[in-house]
């Protein structure tokens, strides 16, 4: 077998949601032998750990139609430092969404295009059908079926990084 390959997730999560969905995703990498995983808050990542990647996944709730402000923080300290040095690295991104999600995916695939990142599955979105102001600022449950799709995700992540196929 080759050297080993590593994963980064980063990730921010205001009520819980997303961080489920990001330890569900590392659960599945690190079954996989010979990938190496980091989950790291986004307040805790920088350039380095992109760098240091052989590929990624972002996750965030989406918070105003937009990414979570501690997820953009992150994108916005490391954007110009890694700038054409992670060309064709593979990515993918979970969205935990009240009701929709496809904003702030969107704005993490417009990001990851301009890292020349490579797309290897469709934004996983998850909406927790929060709709009063108590229901969105209460703590998370993400249901075991979507919390498959997530583990599911970062497994086949991490398999095609050590296989070599992205
Ligand atoms: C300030 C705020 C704004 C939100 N805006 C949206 C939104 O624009 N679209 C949406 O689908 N959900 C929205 N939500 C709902 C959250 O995405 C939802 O509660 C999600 O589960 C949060 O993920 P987390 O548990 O990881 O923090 C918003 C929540 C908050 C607190």
């Known amino acids: 077998m080759g050297a080993l390959?590593?994963?980064?997730?980063?990730?921010?999560?205001?009520?819980?949601?997303?961080?489920?969905?990001?330890?569900?995703?590392?659960?599945?990498?690190?079954?996989?032998?010979?990938?190496?995983?980091?989950?790291?808050?986004?307040?805790?990542?920088?350039?380095?750990?992109?760098?240091?990647?052989?590929?990624?996944?972002?996750?965030?709730?989406?918070?105003?139609?937009?990414?979570?402000?501690?997820l953009k923080d992150f994108f916005d300290r490391s954007y110009y430092a890694v700038?054409?040095?992670?060309?064709?690295?593979?990515?993918?991104?979970?969205?935990?969404?009240?009701?929709d999600g496809s904003n702030a995916a969107r704005q993490i695939e417009r990001i990851a295009t301009g890292w020349r990142l490579r797309s290897v599955a469709e934004p996983l979105i998850v909406c927790t059908h929060a709709q009063t102001p108590e229901a969105i600022l209460a703590p998370k449950q993400i249901g075991a079926e979507d919390l498959e799709r997530c583990r599911a995700l970062g497994a086949a992540l991490a398999a095609?990084?050590?296989?070599?196929?992205?």
């Open 5 to 70: 390959k590593a994963l980064l997730i980063v990730y921010h999560s205001m009520t819980g949601g997303t961080r489920q969905m990001a330890e569900a995703a590392r659960a599945g990498a690190a079954a996989e032998a010979g990938c190496v995983v980091r989950l790291l808050h986004a307040a805790q990542a920088g350039p380095q750990d992109v760098l240091a990647a052989d590929g990624m996944v972002f996750a965030t709730p989406e918070n105003l139609a937009a990414m979570s402000g501690q």
């Open 83 to 99: 700038l054409d040095q992670v060309n064709g690295r593979p990515y993918a991104s979970l969205v935990c969404a009240g009701s």
């Open 160 to 166: 095609g990084l050590v296989l070599g196929v992205f």
